[in-house]
């Protein structure tokens, strides 16, 4: 069965600090893998995709990293900010369909104090 | 910021009601979704479309239903509301090709009382 496990399901940081987001997924056959950040009311926001022969993307604060032998991703964010209070999700796409399903964990509640 | 918009944002309404939930999208997507998503819980994919005129039920079954006449136009609609209806629907698109990222609209807050 196609699953995408995430942890921790939520994390509370100060602000300034880093910390690190954790994805597990058993989708076959693998296309991509996207975080995406989703704000408290609005639609989630893509921050990184990462492909089968890529193991590390930047995007600003946020750096992603993808183990496709493991079957691992995590995104590691730098210098935590307030606005970076969101719920973290990650998106597996495979390349099985026509539709290019998409398969969603269900995110890491992340709050940053000051 | 995607060009995808949902109307209304949030919604109140009393059981037996019927709604519709507006989705556009001004990219020129041909493929548009509609999920739904519960706090703590992962999307679910209930409807989408390829294009005009063609429309799908997705992973989690749902009482509710699309059509898509014009390309930038994907609305949902809920013949009789429940209170289990109470949820977010959230509207995405994308281009061809089954590695396009997926825009999302804001979301819609259903209530149904």
């Known amino acids: 069965k196609n699953q995408v496990e995430q942890s921790p399901q939520s994390l509370i940081i100060l602000e300034g600090k880093n910390c690190t987001l954790q994805?597990?997924?058993?989708?076959?056959?693998?296309?991509?893998l996207r975080w995406y950040k989703q704000d408290t009311g609005r639609g989630p926001v893509s921050l990184t995709i990462m492909t089968f022969s890529e193991n590390t993307k930047s995007n600003g604060r946020y750096t992603a990293t993808l183990d496709a032998d493991t079957k691992q991703s995590s995104l590691h964010i730098t210098a935590s900010q307030l606005s970076d209070s969101a719920s973290y999700i990650c998106v597996v796409s495979d390349r099985g369909s026509t539709l290019g399903r998409l398969y969603f964990g269900r995110g890491t509640q992340l709050t940053v104090w000051p | 910021e995607a060009d995808i918009y949902q109307t209304p944002r949030y919604l109140v309404i009393g059981t037996g009601k019927k709604i519709t939930l507006e989705c556009s999208q001004t990219m020129g997507h041909d493929k548009m979704y509609w999920y739904q998503q519960d706090p703590g819980m992962e999307l679910h994919l209930i409807h989408y479309?390829?294009?005009?005129?063609?429309?799908e039920k997705g992973d989690l079954s749902s009482e509710s239903t699309v059509s898509r006449i014009r390309t930038e136009h994907f609305p949902l609609t809920l013949e009789s509301a429940r209170p289990s209806h109470t949820s977010q629907y959230l509207c995405a698109s994308n281009r061809n090709g089954a590695s396009g990222e997926q825009f999302f609209g804001p979301g819609t807050r259903l209530t149904v009382l």
């Open positions: 479309s390829y294009g005009v005129n063609s429309t």
């Open positions: 994805c597990n997924y058993t989708v076959s056959p693998f296309s991509n």
